[in-house]
């Protein structure tokens, strides 16, 4: 678990100290909530794109290290790019694409 950071402190120590209260949203905000998230998801175009074979056996590879679907993982990925919380991370796998690459560059 990463360390707490001040703020993270201060809502613990109220939590603890009984100072926080759980509240049940109103039936309006409910239903804001459940519209936001209806349209966050739904998925109404599709997209034909052409991609590599190295590099869709890649994305292949990290979307079952990931535990979902491929199409899944690659709607993820855009977006989390077009709102601007994509934040790259490390794979463990060796990735196929990367050999490629190397081919073409010697």
Known sequence: ???LDAFEKEIVKAYEE???KS???SKAKLAKFKAA????????KRVNIRLSAPDLMD???RALEEGMPYQTLIASVLHKFVSGRFVESPSNLNLCSSRTAQKRAS
């Open 37 to 44: 998230a209806t349209a966050t998801f739904l998925k109404e």
């Open 23 to 25: 509240t049940s949203p």
């Open 18 to 20: 009984g100072e926080l």
């Open 59 to 61: 994305i292949q590879a």
């Open 1 to 3: 678990m990463k360390k």
